[in-house]
Nanobody, 118 residues
Framework: QVQLVESGGGLVQPGGSLRLSCAAS????????MGWYRQAPGKQRELVNT???????YYAGSVKGRFTISRDSAKNTVYLQMNSLKPEDTAVYYC????????????WGQGTQVTVSS
């Protein structure tokens, strides 16, 4: 059974930092590109960033230079370090795992709320 369990969300002031974690189980971690998506109230879910097993990354323009994605293969965990947070970063953040060769093997975490507010 595949599970992606996010943690680390919460309330932070503008300009602050948070680190999200996503622990994966039930998958061969090296066969999956890991990513973070977010969904703000009334908006569609959007891609934040991704990281391949070789460490190649992609960042949405809105977070480039502020957010960093990383992965630890020993722990089957992907991280999202968020710095210089803005109110517009407020959203539910979801972890995603997508198989590199079988796109239908696409899994989601339950989401974690990030609220940026003074």
């Amino acid at each position: 059974q595949v599970q992606l369990v996010e943690s680390g969300g919460g309330l932070v002031q503008p300009g602050g930092s948070l680190r999200l974690s996503c622990a994966a189980s039930g998958i061969i971690f090296s066969m999956y590109t890991m990513g973070w998506y977010r969904q703000a109230p009334g908006k569609q879910r959007e891609l934040v960033n991704t990281i391949t097993s070789s460490g190649s990354t992609y960042y949405a323009g809105s977070v480039k230079g502020r957010f960093t994605i990383s992965r630890d293969s020993a722990k089957n965990t992907v991280y999202l370090q968020m710095n210089s947070l803005k109110p517009e970063d407020t959203a539910v953040y979801y972890c995603n795992a997508r198989h590199v060769r079988i796109p239908t093997r696409d899994y989601w975490g339950q989401g974690t709320q990030v609220t940026v507010s003074s």
